[in-house]
């Protein structure tokens, strides 16, 4: 049971962090009061207390781009609250995906700055001074053709005892998949929305 410290601020409000409970994007800033917090839980939509308004207020209550409740974690000074969620719709009151006029899309670190580095690459089409370009360059038979390649080179690295051996082709399988996914028009997380449907059913 969480231990929430609403007397902290004279007015009884603490902060709440939205953020998606997929993407893991942070959404929006809101306020709760204890009522705010307990209507949340009990309707699983995000409901704060509107400052402005000075009543609750339920997150796409006139939009209908509510905030469909996942988790609520408090923080270590019990004064400010993390809550997951899945939104329906744009979170910002401007349309905008985040209230930081960001777009709400899955990222993968670092596997998501080499697929940008790959479509820089493929635009420049560079042949001569770029291996990516020269590579698709050739068109996509050849980019399958190197997956495959890579893919047998793993295989084998996994029936063998090195370990740095095994991780080199495993980062050029995954390299040139990057790249096929991009021939075929897809990103990564046209992959990952397939797998999450699957673990949904």
Wanted: negative net charge.
């Amino acid at each position: 049971m969480m231990n929430i410290d609403f007397n902290k601020n004279k007015d009884g409000l603490v902060p709440a962090i939205i953020q998606d409970a997929i993407t893991k994007n942070v959404l929006m800033l809101g306020y709760m009061n204890e009522e705010a917090l307990e209507k949340t839980k009990s309707t699983g939509l995000v409901t704060f207390f509107s400052r402005t308004k000075n009543r609750l207020w339920t997150k796409g209550e006139e939009s209908g781009n509510v905030l469909n409740l996942v988790d609520i974690k408090l923080d270590c000074d019990n004064d400010t609250l993390l809550i997951f969620v899945n939104p329906k719709g744009p979170t910002c009151h401007k349309g905008t995906d985040t209230c930081w006029n960001e777009t709400n899309k899955g990222s993968y670190g670092f596997i998501s700055k080499l697929e940008n580095t790959i479509s820089s690459r493929i635009e420049s089409a560079d042949a001569e001074k770029s291996y990516v370009a020269s590579l698709f360059a050739k068109g996509i038979n050849k980019i399958a053709q190197k997956v495959g390649e890579e893919a047998v080179e793993v295989v084998i690295e996994a029936k063998d005892n090195n370990d740095n051996l095994f991780l080199e082709e495993s980062s050029d399988l995954l390299f040139h998949y990057l790249m096929l996914l991009q021939a075929k028009g897809f990103k990564l997380n046209d992959v990952v929305s397939v797998l999450e449907k699957r673990h949904s059913k």
